[in-house]
């Protein structure tokens, strides 16, 4: 798949350069916005990313015009600023995600995907990341790196919570409220019962409890590796 | 004592109250001098002509209209001294006649005319007139009584100058005090200023004389606010700057680990992935730092203290995992829900870095205990760590800035703790750190002050 980078500085741009083509990414790389402007009304890039500190013509006005030309093209942007007027700016115009330096580049390959998956609007039944603890919510599968296995009504249901925003911390009250309906009687070790019984199924850290707070699904659990 | 803030360092040498007396009241007191000297002088001589001219019509009147031998009303010690005259009369041989006092002897009569003679222990002014038959008729007035009108005279020309000395020190330390006041007010608006809002003074009740004073100081402040702006955007445009060439180092080290898949240098690279990971969080807090130090961008409201330990654990919970760190709320149950008035950033801004630093110092397998609890009306919370503690000789020291404990392993970069301090402080809460007396490890306590 092919990528334009927008990058003017030398050796960050030559850095992801031969990390994006190593990883199997054809890179183009430019490294003014003029350039850039150009290289996304020619080519067909799968996923473009821009850099906002750029030399005559800023990230943001490359964003900018992009958009009112009404190219779809997926678009992540890499800055250096965090202020948070500047990331609801580049939100604003049309960007599908940001990031901040320095980023880990298994974290900028998790977001490049996600963001063509999400353009490509493929209906995106699967929540997860690739490669780490998934769950399919059409056929109410887990999905441990892509081997799927059934879930019972109350394992998918505490699996669901936990995921629906990975890393979030639920206390037992939450959870409680998400598996088991109204009136129905909850005995005191139901919940640590299922979350022993998800524990054996998926890896001893897939669930991980936080005292005096709750239980939470890292984002990249692995998950089977215990 | 807040006034006594305005005083400190400066010893008291000046009082515009004091400086003003001590030059006014000598002043008035020598213009009360001068203008006794001056009435006493012409009082003399008015006193002389005008007791001098009665002395001649009654010499001349007696002698002129044969007034009795023997003057019928006798005189006395007491009213001698109040001014009353003596008369004499001689016969033409010189024999004394009469005398209306007999405590003035009669001696030789003498000269027609005015004279000052001393006689009876006294001095007198005398007339001397010559009679009908060739009598002489001499009288008397003491001289002290004649002074002393005088000197009565001046003292009472010098009076209201005394008198006004003490209404124009009242008046003057009226006057002072007002002044005084007004300055006061001036330094305590000016004691107020912090660097997070800097505010020119108002020169509304500011007296004349130290506007000059106030708009100059004004003036230093606008460019004190400057120049912390120029700061804090220096700072903040520096840590910018120095993302870039990290994330390219990271990415080329990166590249590098590929590169050297299972070869010898793992160890060295894990070594200098460890050294930008110490660059990037030293980057990152002096954000955070020059961030805090501008002007906070919410107004400060009440704040559910549980709900941000709560978001503060979850936002440091992925790295206490990584570290392999228990880290955990332990709050009282049954308390009412504790708030504080402040704003939520900086409330997070203190937690995070505390427990943040508790993390990062506490060794794999280590425990971090963050105790939320009420002692009295006192809101507390304890970060408790299961790391090295902080050795006695330094626990003062920590709070300076890049301030790094001698010998500490973890990738600090010695600002955490200045900015969890300012912060707290901001929200009304005092940060204390103590060793673990049960164990190793470090209790950072905030608590409320109010």
Redesign the interface.
Known sequence: MRVLLVED?E??GQ??H??LS?KGWSVDWVKEGALALSAIADGDYACVLLDL?LPGMDGIEVLRRVRQGGNKTPLLVLT???ALDQRIDGLDLGADDYL??????SELLARMRAVIRRRDGAAQSVIGEDGALQLDLGTREVLIQGVRSQLSAREFALLHALMERS???LSREQLENRIYGWGEEVGPNALDVLIHGMRRKLGAQAI?N????GW?V?PRSAGGSA | MKEGRLHAGVPRTFSIWRRLLWWLVPTFLAVAVVTAALSYGTFTHMVADFLDGQMVQLGDSIARYGQPTAPSAQVDDGAIAKGDYVVQVFEPDGRPVATSWSGLPPGQPLRPGLHDVRAGGRAWRVYVAAGAGGRTIQVFQSSDFRSGLAVERAGMAAVPVLVLVPLLMLVMLGVARGISRSLRAIGQQAARQDAHSIEELPLAHVPDEIRPLVASFNDLLGRLRDSFVAQRRFVQDAA??L??????????L??LR?ELAGSAGNRQLAQLEAG?QRA?RLVDQL?RMSRQEAAPTEPPGPVDVEAQV?DS??GL??LA?RRQV??????QEGDEAATLHCTPADLRSALDNLIENAVRYTPEGGVV??HLKREDARVVVEVVDTGPGIPPQYLARVFDRFYRVPGSQAEGSGLGLPIAQAAARRCGLRLSLRNRGDRSGLAARLESTE
């Open positions: 500085d050796m960050l850095g992801l031969e990390a190593r500190g250096a600023r965090d901040v330096k320095p980023y880990a580049l890393g979030t911390i991980r936080v005292r005096g707070l939470r890292e | 910018h700057e993302r870039t060439p990290i994330a390219a180092v990271r990415v080329q990166e590249n590929d930008l990037q954000l709560r654990i979850h919970i992925a995992d228990d880290l955990g709320l332990v709050a205990d963050v």
